[in-house]
């Protein structure tokens, strides 16, 4: 484990990040996971609430060079692995061979429409349950009830922080899955994206980054 500005984060491969997922499936009470990006870190330094969610969660996956760089992590298997998406490209496989049924949730109609196209194309024996939309749902209650007539046992989350980690702790008790993974604004595995999106954000965001671990590195020692 290392401490990256307060979270304590595993290095582990994809393969073993799948493993632990599957182990977590077969386990009860619903298990709650997250991929890890750094613009995340950076908003759980400003809010302790949010910092708490990520805290409480079964397995928190490195989704993001900058913090496996930061975590003194420069092996060239590892970073490819996150280029990638080797986790989630091994655990879509490991769930289709499986036959466990999965859902996706989303924060827009459009997004969950090219997430479930994707998963489809890329991932044909995937044992898709359904997807929904937050922003179809009338309230928490009404989002709640529809992920549990999916009938899924994993549910792929794509909201965005903090909402995604308020949803899930607030509504851990009601929600009828084993395992909830969090992939935030990460892609998913097939996901075709333009290269140049946001490029000018996401260096800030590695720069601003760099320099809050550098920082909180300091204070500690």
């Not at 998963?119 to 992920?147: C, Q, W």
Request: proline share 3%; charged share 30%; net charge negative.
């Amino acid at each position: 484990m290392k401490d990256i500005m307060g979270i304590e984060i595993e290095n582990m491969s994809a393969a073993s990040a799948v493993r632990r997922i599957m182990g977590l499936l077969a386990r009860e009470p619903l298990s709650v996971c997250t991929v890890l990006r750094a613009d995340m870190l950076l908003l759980a330094e400003k809010d302790e609430e949010y910092r708490e969610y990520l805290s409480q969660t079964a397995l928190r996956i490195v989704g993001d060079a900058a913090i496996l760089k930061a975590m003194g992590e420069e092996r060239k298997d590892r970073l490819e692995e996150l280029e990638n998406h080797s986790f989630q490209t091994q655990l879509l496989k490991e769930l289709s061979e499986n036959g466990r049924p999965v859902a996706v949730l989303t924060e827009t109609e459009a997004e969950k429409e090219k997430t479930v196209e994707n998963l489809k194309r890329n991932y044909p024996s995937l044992s898709l349950a359904g997807a929904f939309s937050m922003e179809t749902s009338d309230d928490m209650d009404d989002a709640v009830n529809h992920i549990n007539g999916l009938d899924a046992e994993l549910v792929i989350a794509k909201l965005p922080p903090p909402e995604q980690e308020a949803f899930i702790f607030s509504n851990k008790g009601r929600l009828n899955i084993r395992l909830w993974l969090g992939l935030g604004q990460a892609s998913v595995a097939g996901e075709k994206k333009e290269k140049t999106a946001g490029f000018l954000e996401n260096l800030f965001i590695k720069r601003l980054f760099k320099k809050k671990v550098n920082q909180y590195q300091e204070e500690k020692n």
